[in-house]
């Protein structure tokens, strides 16, 4: 069920699958400036969680011209799980969104059953691993692009692809997925003039520390943009965390290798 929703004065397009009756899966997409469409086999936990995705403000078919800040997206989400007449919901955050679901934990602990971290980082002290011949195929990007909206994240989708899923064989499957994505340039603007916070909490492992909930890291075996040893390091730092290394897989895990991703969500939702 798809439709545009009122959600802390934001307009927010939100799309449902799955048993209302289910425990809530909200899932925060990352970019920004992507949509969440590319997220859309999250829809296959519908038999274990009623999945609900959604644009980020500023994004997609969501309000663009709204204030576009990381803590704000948080609230977003908070308002969402009272708008779907939940008390409680598990929170997954993908890349950027990871940041922001973290964020959520910090000003909204209560509305947290439990926090799935996918391909992200608690922190910002590291330098991406790309393999040489990787990063050859990778192209720069021209921030002054002009032209459709959303052009320059679109570009950069593109130009990155190289580093970006591990398995090039199903390239043309991934140009296919970025086609029916609504990039949107509104958040530019504030990112090249320095003015977004980071997407994380300051203090992001102190975060999961202190709210004490199930927490699953699932991160690629072979991601480049953010290492693996991100993933261990948070993992290390937040005993009380699970992490699933998913084999043969990049930043986009649920792309390159999507039954053992969903399996190791599946069976944290239903631990």
């Not at 709204?66 to 890349?95: C, E, K, M, N, Y």
């Not at 990787?134 to 990007?141: G, I, L, N, P």
């Not at 520390?209 to 290390?236: C, D, K, N, Q, Y």
């Not at 992490?243 to 053992?260: G, Q, V, Y």
């Amino acid at each position: 069920m798809d439709a545009i929703e009122q959600i802390n004065g934001v307009k927010l397009f939100v799309s449902r699958s799955g048993d209302p009756g289910l425990p809530p899966l909200v899932v925060i997409h990352g970019g920004p400036g992507w949509d969440h469409s590319y997220l859309r086999p999250v829809a296959g936990l519908s038999d274990v969680a009623h999945v609900v995705l959604f644009d980020l403000r500023g994004c997609g078919r969501s309000s663009r011209d709204v204030p576009l800040q990381p803590d704000l997206i948080a609230d977003d989400v908070a308002g969402l799980i009272s708008h779907i007449g939940a008390t409680r919901a598990d929170v997954l955050g993908f890349s950027y969104g990871g940041g922001v679901a973290m964020r959520v934990v910090e000003q909204h602990p209560a509305l947290v059953r439990r926090l799935v971290l996918a391909s992200t980082t608690a922190y910002g002290d590291f330098e991406a691993e790309i393999p040489p011949e990787r990063a050859a195929q990778c192209k720069e990007v021209d921030w002054n692009l002009k032209g459709e909206d959303g052009a320059v994240a679109r570009a950069m989708a593109e130009a990155d692809l190289p580093a970006t899923i591990w398995r090039l064989d199903r390239a043309d499957e991934w140009r296919a997925v970025l086609g029916g994505v609504r990039f949107s340039s509104a958040w530019d603007t504030p990112y090249l003039e320095g003015k977004l916070k980071p997407a994380r909490p300051a203090d992001p492992p102190g975060v999961l520390r202190r709210w004490g909930g199930p927490v699953l890291i699932v991160h690629g075996e072979r991601e480049m943009t953010f290492p693996p040893s991100v993933a261990h390091r948070l993992h290390a730092e937040v005993p009380a965390s699970r992490l699933r290394m998913i084999p043969e897989a990049a930043h986009m895990t649920h792309f390159d290798n999507p039954s053992a991703w969903l399996a190791a969500v599946r069976e944290f939702l239903k631990g």
